[in-house]
């Protein structure tokens, strides 16, 4: 099972910057954006308790599982927010569109109030980059080899 995605380097400092804000706003113990199956595409600090990748995995399954429980009872959408409080450190989960998933870890004394609001706000800023990482995700394997290894052997 593939736990990261190696991003195409322009789309991955416009993600590198909308994390750093993020994080650097909330004082988060660590941000992170998975993609819709748990693959993870970014990461801002250091998870203490638990491995990056495996959060990516956990908040994308516990994120697709709220929606389609929500879709099922007919429930109306909240956001996409979701707040997972634990004894020493919380976890914002925010859909960001069905595609993308944002992890915000903080500690417990932390006002999520805040991390709410400036974790949507970053969604916001997540949302135009969609299209992007879907015709990459989406693109044919082969001309992404020779891409990749264009790339990899440039200058060379």
């Known amino acids: 099972m593939e736990t990261e995605l190696a991003l195409p380097t322009e789309l991955a400092a416009r993600i590198e910057r909308i994390l750093t804000q993020l994080y650097d706003l909330t004082r988060a113990q660590c941000v992170l954006l998975a993609d819709a199956h748990g693959r993870l595409l ?31 009872i007919g429930g109306e959408e909240t956001g996409g927010a979701w707040l997972r409080e634990g004894k020493r450190i919380n976890v914002y989960l925010f859909d960001v569109a069905g595609s993308l998933v944002l992890i915000v870890t903080f500690r417990a004394g932390t006002l999520a109030n805040l991390v709410n609001l400036y974790g949507r706000r970053a969604v916001e800023r997540l949302r135009p980059l969609i299209a992007e990482f879907e015709q990459w995700r989406d693109r044919p394997t082969s001309a992404a080899t020779v891409e990749e290894t264009d790339t990899t052997f440039e200058g060379r």
Not at 43 to 64: C, F, H, R, Y
Request: net charge negative.
């Open 42 to 72: 970014g990461l801002k600090g250091q998870p203490q308790e638990i491995d990056p990748s495996l959060m990516a995995a956990l908040a994308a399954a516990n994120v697709t599982a709220t929606t389609e429980l929500l879709r099922q």
